[in-house]
């Protein structure tokens, strides 16, 4: 679009994911009249692929949680689950479809905005979760739990780990036993300023006298800044079951002239 010497355009690019398993195996082993999910797999009738079944996490085991410590036989500081068949037992029972590996739908929003010879481009790039339950989502191990094979990690970033003195009700004792085996998981959507260049093109009316054919000036980066709530490495990135292979990803700002003679 151009008005008054001022032009724009923009671009949209969507893409949605959506899939359902229908049938597995035809096989019902409880005799239900339901046919059989396959576990083992992640895979879920009248679910979408990439299921994360595991525990409900209820916040933090406080000192005056004395009847869950009585039934469920933890303590202050561990990560307390949510008893979903209400058997006072914690089991495989007690495990549920939290989120999903697969995204709902990743977008992309640039503009180009042109006025006389300056010239200004961004680009936002997401990737999301939708709806209750369909969160796009991964284990954050080695960022959110103390007891990791790699616990520097989680000491990095300095997290609010539960203490006597602090009754953090988000991150376990430094010393908590994950005997549930626990993916800790989070959310993984992000919006992202992936691209933004500025620029000048000298034109004619300074070049003419010169031998120079053409000059422009530039600014531009890239990754400079990232919306989430995931912690420790990027979220777009990271591995699902393995955060720790993730790799951050870098900002990267450059500055130049382009010469034509």
């Known amino acids: 679009m151009n008005r008054g010497g001022f032009s724009w355009e923009t671009g949209l690019n969507f893409w949605i994911n959506r899939n359902k398993i229908v049938s597995l195996y035809g096989l019902d ?19 979408s692929l990439g299921s994360v079944y595991n525990y409900v996490f209820d916040g933090i085991v406080q000192a005056s949680d004395t009847a869950f410590t009585r039934i469920y036989n ?3 500081g561990d990560v307390k689950f949510k008893d979903l068949n209400d058997d006072k037992k914690l089991n495989a029972a007690d495990r549920s479809i939290i989120g999903y590996t697969k995204e709902n739908y990743t977008a992309s929003l640039s503009n180009t905005f042109r006025y006389k010879g300056f010239e200004l481009y961004f680009m936002f790039f997401t990737i999301q979760g939708g709806g209750k339950n369909n969160w796009y989502v991964g284990s954050n ?17 300095d997290k609010d780990y539960w203490m006597p003195e602090n009754p953090s009700n988000s991150i376990p004792k430094p010393n908590y036993v994950n005997k549930y085996s626990y993916n800790f998981i989070a959310d ?3 919006i992202r300023l992936q691209d933004l260049s500025f620029s000048y093109d000298f034109g004619n009316n300074i070049l003419g006298k010169t031998p120079i054919k053409g000059l422009k000036a530039y ?23 393995a955060s ?15 010469l034509t003679l």
Do not use: H, M
């Open 29 to 47: 082993g409880n005799g239900d009249g339901k046919e059989d999910d396959d576990i083992a797999n992640n895979w879920f009738i009248g679910k």
């Open 188 to 190: 993984r959507s992000f």
């Open 74 to 76: 933890d303590r202050p």
């Open 219 to 241: 600014l531009s980066g890239k990754n400079l800044f990232t919306i989430t709530k995931w912690e420790g490495l990027d979220p777009e990135t990271a591995t699902t079951y």
């Open 244 to 258: 720790q292979n993730g790799f951050p990803v870098f900002k990267i700002v450059t500055f130049g002239l382009s």
């Open 141 to 157: 191990n080695y960022a959110l739990n103390p007891s990791t094979w790699y616990p520097n990690v989680a000491n990095w970033l």
